[in-house]
C-alpha cells in the first residue's frame, strides 16, 4: 500500500472515513478482497506470494493497514511486512499493547507505517521514529515516508478527501484515480531516480509492470458496523474487479 489518506472522527457516527491505494508489482500474486477460508471474520485482500495483506477489518471492526517507507539504502528485512497488519486482525491484542510488541521487533522488517485500531481508538507507527502515536481528530495522509510528510500526491488526496468527506464512496474511488504528475521541481528525492520518481508521484499509478493494484475505500462506524469496497486493477489500469463487503 503506496498511499492511505483517512478521517478520524471518534464523535461521529461514522469515526474513520479511508481512501487507499495499494501500488505493487503486476507481477506479484494477490488475492482480492474476501474473508479469509482459514481465518474467518478477517476480511481482507491478500498477498498470496508471502500470506500477508495491506489493509483489512475483522467481523468485531479491528482495523490494520499499511504502507512501505521508500529508502534506497534500507535492505529487506527477514520477515513481510504483510504479516504486521495480518497479525493484528488475527489476534485480540489492543492496537497500543500490539504495537508496543511490535516496536521491539521493528529491525526485522524492512521500513513501514502501520495504521491499527477500532471503532474506540486509532494508532500510527513509523518504524524509522519508533514511537507509536495515537491519532486524535483529524484528517491524516501516509504515503512512503513519515505521517503527513508533504508529498504533492498525498497533499492532493488529502485535500480531495477533505473536499468529498461526505461523499459516496464511488466519490472517493474516482479521487483515487487521479493520475496527474506535479512537475518535477516538486517531486521528493528518494534515490530511486527521476524517471522513476515521476512514475509513483502520482494518486494512481499506471505502467506495464508496476502500478496501482487496489482502491480501497473503508466506513467503520461508532458502533462497529462497517463497509468497505475494494476496486482491482491489472497493468495499464485496466478494472479487473470490485468487491463491496458490509457488516
Not at 487507499?20 to 481465518?39: C, H, K, Q, T, V
Not at 529487506?76 to 504479516?83: D, I, L, T, Y
Amino acid at each position: 500500500m503506496c498511499l492511505i489518506v483517512f478521517a478520524w472522527q471518534p464523535e461521529s457516527p461514522t469515526v474513520l472515513r479511508l481512501a487507499a491505494n495499494r501500488d505493487e508489482f503486476y507481477s506479484r500474486p494477490s488475492a482480492a478482497l474476501s474473508e479469509w477460508p482459514d481465518a474467518p471474520g478477517v476480511f481482507a485482500g491478500r498477498d498470496l506470494q508471502a500470506g500477508g495483506t495491506w489493509l483489512g477489518v475483522t467481523a468485531q471492526g479491528r482495523f490494520a493497514a499499511l504502507t512501505n517507507i521508500r529508502d534506497s539504502r534500507q535492505k529487506a528485512g527477514p520477515r513481510s511486512r504483510g504479516a504486521l497488519t495480518a497479525d493484528y486482525l488475527l489476534g485480540q491484542e489492543s492496537a497500543p499493547a500490539y504495537l508496543d510488541r511490535i516496536m521491539r521487533d521493528a529491525t526485522e522488517y524492512a521500513g513501514f507505517n502501520l495504521l491499527v485500531g477500532d471503532a474506540q481508538q486509532l494508532w500510527h507507527f513509523n518504524s524509522q521514529e519508533g514511537q507509536p502515536r495515537q491519532l486524535e481528530s483529524g484528517i491524516y495522509g501516509l504515503s512512503n515516508a513519515s505521517l503527513d510528510t508533504p508529498w504533492p500526491k498525498l497533499l492532493r488526496a488529502r485535500d480531495a478527501l477533505s473536499e468529498r468527506i461526505d461523499g459516496v464512496d464511488e466519490d472517493l474511488l474516482e479521487m483515487l484515480s487521479d493520475s496527474s504528475q506535479p512537475a518535477d521541481h516538486l517531486l521528493p528525492d528518494t534515490g530511486v531516480g527521476l524517471a522513476t520518481e515521476r512514475l509513483l508521484s502520482s494518486v494512481f499509478i499506471a505502467s506495464a509492470t508496476y502500478g496501482t493494484r487496489a482502491s480501497t475505500v473503508l466506513n467503520l462506524k461508532q458502533n462497529g458496523g462497517w463497509s468497505i469496497t475494494e476496486r482491482s486493477f491489472g497493468p495499464h489500469s485496466t478494472v479487473l474487479d470490485e468487491v463491496a463487503l458490509r457488516r
